[in-house]
């Protein structure tokens, strides 16, 4: 099936995650198609009225829909560039001979252009886009904008905090409110982190449609979450976008041989007896937990799970979908019904040595 791509563009702050300013690494920046899935299926009764548990269940277990987790992109030169994954490694081809390699390797996301360079073992280009886990411009430049979300300060100094930034994360004093008294919390001050974008940045999530009928309910529900948010703080405003343009037929054109992943991935246990991780696959690990709520409220834990992360290369097993959805939570008492985590992965062909 042709891949469907979602243009959108961040209209607040994003926080997903904890967010506590002690603790930075529990935040992420950027969706990831885990958490993007579990949005969408949360939704879908909203917009798909009649569907019970049971059937709401059935679709956890086996999403007819597979996404990408969110990645950047910027439009320059009169058009849209979709910055990539690197696979793992990778970045290493053109850092090891390049004066500021250190500053390159921590380069998380790429042009399509830029990834076709460094496979095909090319200098890089003076425009070529490189761009950290953190929101940094490592390599090449963009017009310099302000932040869709800014705050008290004055145009000159806006400008400056957001030379070579795509994103960035924002702390902010916050105070537990007790519910029953309405009151603060003695003593329960913290800060609450989040991440603002530049107004000229979109996000990027690519969707695969096993079922071709699911897609309008699944549009209709990506609108309704737009409207509502995503992840953490809605209560505050955080996590709205808007659908600024659907694309069909998206292709990086990186070669074959391979696969690469563009989201998080569980492998199931046949792809790994048939060796999808044997050589030449390069991957990294990443521990997916958290907490399953009810009306807004923690409920339950879920079962941690080892996933390989975006940008992974596993071996081209000649099938149309790799991964599987895991269940964390089994129906029972701390939850009515069972919870699973989506480790579908959607992977685009990819040519390594």
Same mark, same amino acid.
């Given at each position: /099936?042709p891949?469907v791509?979602y ?10 995650g ?6 930075p690494?529990?935040? @992420?920046?950027? +969706?990831?198609s885990?958490?993007?899935v ?10 798909a009225p009649g569907?019970? #548990?049971?059937?709401l269940e059935?679709?956890? =277990? ?7 987790s &969110? /990645? ?5 030169n009169g058009r849209?560039? $979709?910055?990539?994954?690197?696979p +793992?490694g ?13 500053r390159?390797?921590k =380069? ?5 252009? $830029?990834?076709r ?21 490592l390599?090449?430049?963009? +017009?310099?904008?302000s932040?869709s =979300?800014?705050?008290p300060?004055g ?5 400056? !905090?957001?030379r070579?930034?795509l994103?960035?994360?924002?702390a ?7 519910r ?8 329960i001050l913290f ?7 530049? #107004? ?6 690519l969707? @695969?449609f096993k ?9 209709t529900?990506l609108?309704?979450?737009g ?9 505050i ?6 659908i600024e343009r659907?694309? !069909?037929?998206?292709?990086p054109?990186?070669g ?12 199931a246990? &046949?792809?790994?007896?048939?060796g999808?991780?044997?050589?030449? =696959?390069?991957?990294?690990?990443? $521990?997916r ?9 923690g409920?339950a834990?879920?079962? #941690?799970?080892? /996933?390989?992360?975006?940008?992974s290369?596993?071996r ?32 685009v ?5």
């Amino acid at each position: /099936m042709p891949l469907v791509r979602y243009l959108i563009r961040p209209l607040s702050t994003f926080h997903f995650g904890a967010g506590r300013e002690d603790d930075p690494s529990d935040l @992420e920046d950027l +969706p990831r198609s885990d958490t993007l899935v579990s949005a969408v299926l949360s939704a879908w009764p909203s917009v798909a009225p009649g569907v019970a #548990s049971s059937e709401l269940e059935r679709l956890a =277990a086996a999403p007819p829909f597979v996404l990408s987790s &969110a /990645m950047p992109t910027v439009e320059r030169n009169g058009r849209l560039e $979709t910055m990539l994954f690197i696979p +793992p490694g990778l970045i290493d081809r053109i850092a090891a001979g390049d004066a500021s390699h250190k500053r390159l390797r921590k =380069a998380r996301f790429a042009s399509v252009e $830029t990834l076709r360079a460094i496979l095909a073992r090319r200098q890089l280009a003076p425009d070529a886009l490189l761009v950290s886990a953190s929101g940094e411009l490592l390599h090449g430049d963009l +017009p310099e904008k302000s932040a869709s =979300a800014a705050g008290p300060m004055g145009a000159a100094r806006l400008a400056d !905090s957001w030379r070579g930034r795509l994103w960035r994360r924002e702390a902010r004093p916050r105070l537990s409110i007790d519910r029953a008294t309405g009151r603060g919390g003695e003593g329960i001050l913290f800060r609450y982190a989040t991440t603002a974008f530049r #107004s000229d940045l979109f996000l990027s999530v690519l969707a @695969e449609f096993k079922d071709p009928a699911s897609r309008s309910t699944f549009e209709t529900v990506l609108r309704l979450l737009g409207e509502e948010g995503i992840g953490g703080g809605r209560s505050i405003g955080c996590g709205r976008f808007k659908i600024e343009r659907v694309e !069909s037929g998206f292709e990086p054109g990186l070669g074959h041989g391979a696969r690469m992943t563009l989201s998080l991935m569980h492998p199931a246990r &046949a792809e790994v007896q048939d060796g999808a991780l044997d050589p030449p =696959a390069a991957y990294t690990l990443v $521990t997916r937990g958290g907490w399953a709520e009810i009306a807004g409220v923690g409920a339950a834990r879920r079962k #941690s799970l080892n /996933m390989l992360a975006e940008g992974s290369v596993i071996r081209d097993l000649g099938r149309e979908q790799y991964g599987d959805s895991v269940c964390v939570i089994p129906a029972g008492l701390t939850m009515p019904y069972a919870v699973y985590r989506s480790g579908c992965a959607l992977t685009v062909p990819i040519s390594v040595e």
